[in-house]
């Protein structure tokens, strides 16, 4: 069983480009067959697709040997003004019969919840997370929002409750202002970059927050043995500098025998405060391959090189 590696399921929900039943499905079950145990999804991701395909896969699983989490905040409504579209304006291939409204209320996040588990076919999940309150309005979402996951948590309806975000201070907020149990950080604590080491983590320990990293290959930059010609940064060209250093990683690994993705997911874990690295992909046999990637051996050499070189923290701590 891998304890440490999640199945992220935004792909799933054709994130970027179209995934038929059976290709989710056997991503999925390549997860499984690997010893993935860490299943995380929102009704976001495919305006619920994701969601009623992860929960189709779980059904006849035992519950209590996978941890399910998913999210809050964006309340899924009809969309008044379908014409047959698809919602490739918010990167997701499929039809924009719904739209999302950010509702952060103590009922938004209940009915928000409860749609999830209908759309999933479960009685529960273990983790809800607030989702991009800083994409619409972090104060209500740290005012409103959390305390309504607390609440819930109280009631013994979810295990543990948290926010999921790409901003550091968003998270840092969240943190300091909230009892939540966990942060999902989005790209900003990697091999590549770092802004999550210097306030949020160390608070995160002090808090006993746990933190789960995810978007870990920074758009596919780091995905690849060496940079792809194709790859994005940020959903955008890679600027020079960013290349640099993603060639410069490139070249110090290789000279240890490892790969940028081998890195690329173990690096996050080394840090304490960070329990899970979660990773998307809707192909079965990219699971198995970062499945691979997390089992590889990494010389102590190669992190102590790389921190000399300052390109990651200083100290390395390893767990």
Request: include cysteine; charged fraction near 25%; charge should be negative.
């Amino acid at each position: 069983m891998i304890e440490r590696l999640g199945f992220g399921a935004a792909s799933i929900g054709n994130l970027y480009r179209e995934v038929s039943d059976e290709q989710a499905r056997a991503a999925l079950a390549a997860a499984w067959d690997e010893g993935v145990r860490v299943y995380d999804t929102a009704p976001h991701y495919g305006l619920g697709l994701s969601e009623r395909r992860l929960g189709d896969f779980l059904t006849n699983l035992p519950a209590d040997e996978y941890t399910l989490s998913t999210k809050v905040g964006r309340l899924l409504v009809p969309n008044p003004d379908f014409t047959g579209k698809t919602d490739e304006a918010n990167g997701f291939a499929v039809p924009d019969e719904l739209v999302r409204r950010y509702d952060p209320s103590k009922s938004g996040v209940e009915r928000s919840l409860g749609e999830s588990l209908e759309r999933m076919g479960v009685d529960v999940v273990d983790v809800a997370y607030l989702h991009d309150p800083d994409v619409y309005d972090l104060d209500a979402g740290i005012s409103q929002g959390l305390p309504a996951l607390v609440t819930l948590r109280e009631q013994g309806v979810v295990s543990e409750v948290g926010i999921g975000v790409n901003s550091v201070d968003a998270a840092l907020r969240a943190v300091n202002e909230s009892d939540i149990d966990v942060v999902m950080i989005a790209g900003r604590y990697t091999l590549l970059e770092q802004p999550a080491a210097a306030e949020l983590l160390p608070r995160c320990l002090e808090r006993g927050v746990r933190v789960v990293t995810a978007a870990v290959f920074n758009s596919g930059l780091l995905a690849t043995a060496t940079r792809s010609a194709s790859a994005h940064y940020n959903y955008g060209a890679v600027p020079d500098a960013v290349a640099a250093r993603v060639d410069r990683l490139a070249q110090v690994c290789g000279a240890y025998d490892v790969t940028l993705p081998q890195a690329a997911i173990q690096f996050p874990l080394r840090h304490p405060a960070v329990s899970t690295v979660v990773v998307g992909t809707s192909r079965a046999a990219a699971v198995r391959e970062n499945a691979e990637h997390l089992r590889a051996p990494i010389p102590e050499e190669l992190w102590q090189e790389l921190a000399a070189l300052e390109l990651i923290p200083v100290p390395v701590i390893a767990r």
